[in-house]
């Protein structure tokens, strides 16, 4: 019996390969992504001479805005008489700020809990607190209103801040000066180093504002005399705005 010879054909790895990829269309992306770092990579120039530097510029702002929180707080057995008295008080204090021009007004948290007995078993009594809130940027008005409002309330605090417009025109000013004071730098740089000039990589500005945590706190409000009550002097204080600039130079040498 005549035996015929077999042929055997072996199909070249690469276009096994080839085929597997076309095939399957999740490994072709990650064959494309990694050509395409491959060739990011190589297309990078090098860097040479890079420099970080900081600069910061800060500047003492007044404040310009005034917020005090007025309060009212009492206690009665009965809940329903209780919330009225605040009720009443709160609405003749909001009648006596909105009377103040240039004022902004809100009503601030109420709150009610219950007082219980000595074996704290049994609820005794109601305690109500509720608050308004003022706020300006004519500290003598303000002061003016404080006489006027400590006759029904209690003060509660005043705090000073800077209002967001005059932290905008304070922050766009020191990133002029930032900018200046890292170019500044970076000329310093270039000259110590032996370098001719030198180009910005990078550049980043930040801002902060640091605004003293200090509240004035009054206590609760006396039994009032009758002659007037004395308007407070209030001196609004400062608050530290600050500007840096971070970046990197790139030195040319000669």
Known sequence: MARCSGIHY?????????????RHPLAMAIALGLALVATSISAEPLRYNQVSLRAEVNQAVNHDTLRITFYTEAQDSDPAKLADRVTRQLNEGLETARKTSGVRVS?????????????????????????I????????????LTSRMLGNLNLGNMQFS????????????????????????????????????YQIVSLGLNTQ???????????????????????????????????????????TMP
């Open 10 to 22: 072996r199909r070249p790895l690469g276009i096994f390969k080839e085929n597997f990829i076309m």
């Open 107 to 131: 009503s601030g948290s109420r709150s009610s809990q219950p007082v219980y007995d000595e074996k704290r078993q049994t609820i005794s009594a109601w305690r109500e607190r509720g608050e």
């Open 133 to 144: 809130i003022v706020e300006g940027d004519d500290f003598a008005e303000m002061a003016a």
């Open 162 to 197: 800077l209002s967001a417009a005059g932290r905008r025109a304070t922050e766009d000013e020191l990133i002029k000066q930032a900018i200046e004071a890292f170019r500044s730098r970076a000329d310093i740089a270039t000259r110590s180093l032996g370098g001719s000039t």
């Open 209 to 251: 504002y640091a605004q003293p945590p200090i509240m004035f706190r009054a206590a609760p409000r006396m039994a009032m005399a009758d002659a007037e009550m004395a308007t407070p002097s209030l001196e609004g204080g400062q608050s530290d705005v600050t500007v840096s600039a971070d970046g990197v130079i790139e030195v």
